[in-house]
């Protein structure tokens, strides 16, 4: 089975590197990807389906602080989207953020988790995160996109 993929929308790359380092630690196997910019994740996860070997993620960690509209048009893009509506998207905002933002929940999110602010609390809350929500999903296959296996030489 592929390891799961988890994708980090965030604009501070020293969060992601922690993340990835607290992952790589706990022995939880994943490909950990990441867009500094929100447009760019909806862009790339919408058209990420015309792509043949394109995975998409199995589970989205959302800084919402760096969108307008606090990451609400991200959730409800990923939630519109036939391919990307089981996408769990957990909110994950710096803990100065305003408290639980219902409008987040009631679009679509999966959970809304404060960044902890010291780095041990912040691996763990990436792990524990992680491990809850990261499951990889059965890929659907389209007309034609089944792989088949070569003939074999007799």
Avoid at 121 to 144: D, F, H, K
Wanted: proline letters at 9%; hydrophobic letters at 40%.
């Amino acid at each position: 089975m592929r390891p799961p993929i988890i994708l980090m929308i965030e604009s501070n790359g020293e969060a992601v590197e922690l993340a990835r380092f607290a992952l790589w630690r706990s022995n939880f196997h994943c490909v950990l990807q990441w867009y500094d910019e929100a447009d760019a994740a909806i862009d790339g996860l919408l058209h990420r389906h015309r792509l043949d070997d394109a995975r998409l993620p199995d589970l989205i960690l959302l800084d919402p602080g760096m969108m307008e509209n606090n990451g609400v048009d991200f959730i409800l893009a990923m939630k519109a989207g036939r391919d990307t509506r089981s996408i769990p998207v957990v909110v994950f905002p710096d803990s100065d953020y305003p408290p639980e933002m219902p409008d987040l929940l009631e679009a679509g999110a999966s959970a809304y988790l404060l960044k902890p602010e010291t780095a041990p609390q912040y691996m763990q809350a990436v792990v524990e995160c992680a491990q809850r929500w990261a499951r990889p999903r059965r890929r659907r296959s389209g007309s034609g996109a089944a792989r088949r296996k070569p003939p074999t030489s007799a």
